[in-house]
């Protein structure tokens, strides 16, 4: 049937993205255009965000913002867990948010709600947009407890005094267990047979899909095999195809949830289904500080907050929101980032750059001719884009086109008004709207606008009494604004400032 669908980017478009079930890179077609469904497995809220928690956010926050660019109508879940994740991501021990509830001698969702609240102003602070829908775990209990009884009801889990867990060697005698991690379940299962009975599992590899509550267990809900509460797995498999379907697109992650986690939500949906319900999934890879992994228990662990105020003893200095940003977006997102801050310091200076050029290219006049090589950025910006996301290729072509909008700014080269459009457009739509990057007076909220103003005011003073020999007016002015930190720089036919 023949629509007219012309006018859509998403027709034309060639995306194609790294998905970890086949281990090759797909070409992406929705399951329903121009609808996409994305699921991205959110925070466990029982601590402060780190840098680790930055990188799945910037990350899928680049797809989104892609993706709608290329024309799609994204629903995008990012789940908030708040129950059920126990420590370790083990099936025994105590629950991550009851745990610290404990500590702090607060109700769990006060724990919940304080730490998601924290979140929240750092996905703010990095410019990470909102997702569509914010699920919590706590508030699905019912899905999930149906969900249980789904895998039930298919043969695929058992009850064991008052939990249920997943029966996993049953599963892959019909289904493949370990086809996403590709871990061999046969010698998992080999090496955990005969491990003690004194468990209610029946294999090591078993998982829980709801366990029975201890009775100092203060988060529980009643159910049909005991008052308890969800595994941690489930909450994913059962709130992903509520809001997205049995069927979607996209499901995201950190490479660390690999396994066990994706592979045992994979495992729960195929079994209460029947079928996959997940078309491509993507995972972003770690960042880890000198080669190691980050970690409460390695003492490696930076939160954002700290990397904003500087206040921690592995930082040099304090980093903003948008320096973090776009050293995460210097690197596919495939590939690892070590943290160090030379790193940092080379992101702060080349995002100081890049936005310079973009400050400048908004004061460009046009001239009659073109005389500096700027021909297809758009098009190489979105090829890149379109390779797996590939934003430091992105940045690398930004900055090319950025040396030619210096020499212009300079009077060496010159650019005609439709090159300068042009030009704007892409630099905004990339800067802007894909890589999310915005200037750090607008990303630290304030009126950046009444600022400059008042900056610019101050300094034509200046000019006014240097036109009247005022100099006594005009040196107070340029030192009072040096005292606070201001840097002024006269040029030929005009005055530049910024922040030393
Ligand atoms: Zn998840």
Known sequence: MQTNVDNYAFMEHKLVVYNTLTRKKEQFIPLHTPNVGMYVCGPTVYGDAHLGHARPAITFDLLFRYLKHLGYKVRYVRNITDVGHLENDADSGEDKIAKKARLEQLEPMEIVQYY????????????????????????????????????????????????????????????????????????????????????????????????????????????????????????????????LGDEFDIHGGGMDLIFPHHECEIAQSTAALGKETVKYWMHNNMITINGQKMGKSLGNFITLEQFFTGNHPLLEKAYSAMTIRFFVLQAQYRSTVDFSNEALQAAEKGLQRLMEAYTRLQKLQAGATTTVDIAGLRERCEQAMQDDLNSPIVIAHLFDVAKSINTIYDGKAYISAFDLTELKETFKLFIE???????????????????????DLLLQIRQDAKANKDWATADKIRNELAALGFEIKDGKDRVEWGLK
Not at 160 to 184: A, C, I, T
Not at 433 to 455: F, M
Request: net charge negative; glycine share 8%.
């Open 116 to 243: 998601l609240n924290r979140y929240h102003q750092n996905m703010e602070a990095l410019n990470v947009l909102p997702p569509s829908i914010e699920p919590h775990a706590s508030g699905h209990i019912i899905e999930q407890i149906d969900f249980v009884k789904r895998i039930l009801d298919a043969g695929f889990a058992y009850e064991s005094e008052g939990s249920v867990y997943f029966d996993v060697e049953k599963y892959n005698k019909q289904h493949n267990y370990g086809k996403l991690s590709g871990r061999n379940i046969e010698d998992m299962l080999e090496t955990t047979r005969d491990l003690d009975g004194q468990t209610e599992k029946r294999r090591s590899v078993d998982f829980a899909l709801w366990k029975k509550a201890s009775p100092e267990h203060i988060m529980r809900w009643p159910s049909p095999w005991s008052d308890g509460f969800p595994g941690w797995h489930l909450e994913c498999s059962a709130m992903g195809t509520k809001y």
């Open 433 to 455: 709207d894909i890589l999310g990057l915005q200037t750090e007076t607008e990303a630290e909220g304030g009126n950046s606008d009444a600022y400059k103003g008042a900056v």
